[in-house]
């Protein structure tokens, strides 16, 4: 089920966040906005994979522990609907978990690292842009 926080008004591009924590989700819907960005923001990973199918997003952003699919099942569903999708890792545990390493395009960490994700979207976008 989308989250109450789905919002879609941004211009840089289209990122999905998907993190089963509606509290971060507003986090990274504040943050993403007024870095320019339209954000599609879901609290169920199911939901989140739904909009993917049917929109053009240029980016992903997970939560590593959810219920149901966790982040490195989403990322592997991710990948096999859009190989080329770069795909950000958030969460609380200090190192990327093995089973997430080769689905995704780059890890941080959620307290340490939530300043650097409006970044880490440019960088991984541009680079994308670039190989293009």
């Known amino acids: 089920m989308a989250s109450p926080e789905s919002s879609l008004s941004g211009g840089k591009g289209t990122v999905l966040c998907i993190d089963d924590e509606l509290s971060y989700l507003r986090f990274y ?7 320019g960005y339209e954000v599609a923001a879901y609290t169920d990973a199911r939901s989140g994979l739904e909009f993917l199918a049917s929109a ?37 545990w200090p190192e990327c978990p093995h089973d997430a390493e080769n689905w995704i395009s780059l890890y941080l960490m959620k307290i340490r690292d939530f300043d650097k994700l409006p970044r880490n979207i440019e960088k991984l976008l541009a680079a994308q842009s670039d190989a293009a």
Do not use: C, K, T
Request: proline content about 7%; hydrophobic content about 45%; aromatic content about 2%.
């Open 29 to 35: 819907r504040q943050m993403l906005e007024d870095a």
């Open 56 to 92: 053009q997003v240029d980016l992903a952003v997970l939560d590593y522990s959810m219920p149901e699919l966790d982040g490195a099942e989403v990322a592997r569903r991710i990948r096999r609907m859009n190989p080329g999708l770069p795909i950000i890792m958030v969460s609380s």
